[in-house]
C-alpha cells in the first residue's frame, strides 16, 4: 500500500519527535524539517495537523517548537495517518468506480479490501514504540558499513 505524501511525512516527523522526545526537550520545527527530510513549508501544514490531533504540543517562541505529548507506546500508526486524513483516501475505488462494495465490486475489490484490511490491522496495533524501537535513528546521515 503506497501512503500518500503527506501520510509519509506525518510518520517522518513523529518518528523523529519520538526519538528526540526520550529527553523531553522540544525540537525547533526547521531542526524536525530537516532531521525528518521534509520540506519545511510542508512540515509546517503536517505539524498543525498533529497539535490538531493533540499528537504534538507546539509552543512559538525562542524556546518553543515540538514535542509529542503522549508516550510513544501509546501513539498508534493509525491515530498519525488519521490526523493527516490517510483513512479518507482508504474508501475510494482503487478501479476508479463512484460505487464499490461487496454487492458491487471492481475487478479489483476483493484483492484490494484484504491488502487494506491487513494494513489498517497492522496500524491499528502497531505504536510509534514499536515502529523506532526497531528502527536506525532518522539523523539523515547515512549508515556506517560494518567491518
Known amino acids: 500500500m503506497l501512503l500518500p505524501q503527506s501520510a509519509q511525512y506525518a510518520l517522518r516527523a513523529m518518528v523523529t519527535l519520538a526519538e528526540h522526545g526520550r529527553g523531553g526537550d522540544s525540537m525547533s520545527g526547521e531542526t524536525l524539517a530537516t532531521r525528518a527530510r521534509v520540506p519545511k513549508a510542508y512540515a509546517s501544514k503536517i505539524m498543525r495537523q498533529l497539535v490538531a490531533a ?58 484490494w479490501s484484504s491488502v487494506k484490511e491487513a494494513f489498517l490491522s497492522w496500524a491499528n496495533t502497531t505504536s510509534l514504540s514499536d ?5 536506525q535513528p532518522v539523523t539523515g546521515a547515512r549508515p556506517r558499513k560494518r567491518s
Open 54 to 111: 493533540r499528537l504534538v504540543e507546539g509552543r512559538a517562541g525562542k524556546r518553543g517548537g515540538y514535542r509529542l505529548i503522549g508516550d510513544p507506546r501509546y501513539v498508534r500508526i493509525a491515530d498519525i495517518l488519521r490526523a493527516v486524513g490517510f483513512f479518507e483516501s482508504t474508501e475510494h475505488c482503487v478501479f476508479g468506480l463512484p460505487r464499490c462494495d461487496s454487492v458491487h465490486p471492481c475487478p479489483l475489490h476483493e484483492a
Open 131 to 135: 515502529v523506532i524501537g526497531s528502527a
